[in-house]
């Protein structure tokens, strides 16, 4: 009687269970409903925006005496990651080429000269396809290794780019790792002196970029269509998705 003032049904099969028992049972069964209609989806495609404060371009020179790096910290771009649909990952990052300081206020006003900053004052990287090639969780969200392919632009001239991406992402936010070289000669930036010699012609480049996760717009939804779950979802250690911050 007392458990049918309260609203308990039977429970179909188990007609001698005691009410604190059918009390504790539907107990677990609301909390575990609960817990399945709240938990984020990890298929969710990722939508972030760069965070300026939070993000840096390297770009490591050579001579014949030394080498140097060159530091930016005027970034900005955006991207959206979705490891079961790479035709709907896109990623932009760009930065002023004058912001690019590496200590040697003669070394860096020759680099602006020669990549001519008034006429290109930007370097952009636009990522047309960017694919998981290691992707799973961790213990605070997921991590893994992702190719990117794309065109960087700089002084004036666009080229085809390939680069290696190490991506870590938390509950409200993404940090990508991606380092690759380029050839002053093929972007057609004179090789400044330095001292008695010219430099070299391959720069390095290391970005480390840091977003804020968003919701994705209705554009951006409608894109990317439903979300699936990535089929090969392979626990990843935090040392597989954890890149050091370079200071």
């Known amino acids: 009687m007392l458990e049918r003032m309260m609203g308990f049904p039977r429970l179909m099969g188990f007609p001698r269970l005691s009410l604190a028992l059918r009390v504790s049972i539907l107990s677990v069964l609301v909390v575990a409903a609960w817990g399945a209609a709240h938990a984020p989806s990890q298929a969710q495609p990722l939508v972030a925006t760069v965070d300026s404060t939070e993000s840096v371009i390297d770009y ?14 005027s ?8 490891p079961t ?66 065109t960087l632009t700089f002084h004036g001239r666009t080229h085809p780019v390939e680069a290696p991406v190490r991506i870590r992402a938390g509950t409200d936010s993404v940090y990508a790792r991606a380092e690759f070289a ?53 626990h990843v250690s935090q040392a597989e998705g954890r890149s050091p911050r370079r200071q």
């Open 60 to 73: 490591t020179g050579s001579a014949p005496l030394h080498d140097w790096t060159g530091t930016s910290r």
């Open 85 to 150: 649909q790479a035709d709907s990952n896109r990623a932009v990052v760009r930065a002023s080429v004058a912001s690019f300081d590496s200590g040697n206020d003669r070394r860096d006003r020759k680099m602006r000269e020669v990549t001519e900053v008034a006429q290109y004052p930007q370097v952009e990287f636009r990522a047309t396809n960017i694919e998981p090639l290691i992707w799973g969780r961790t213990a605070d969200g997921r991590a893994g290794r992702w190719r990117a392919t794309g």
């Open 75 to 82: 970034v900005s771009g955006r991207f959206v990651l979705d």
């Open 182 to 234: 380029i050839s002053l000669t093929r972007f057609e930036v004179e090789r400044p002196s330095l001292l008695w010699a010219s430099i070299g012609d391959t720069i390095r480049i290391d970005a480390r970029i840091r977003g804020a996760i968003a919701a994705p717009s209705s554009a951006e939804r409608s894109r990317m269509g439903p979300a699936r779950e990535h089929p090969s979802g392979p």
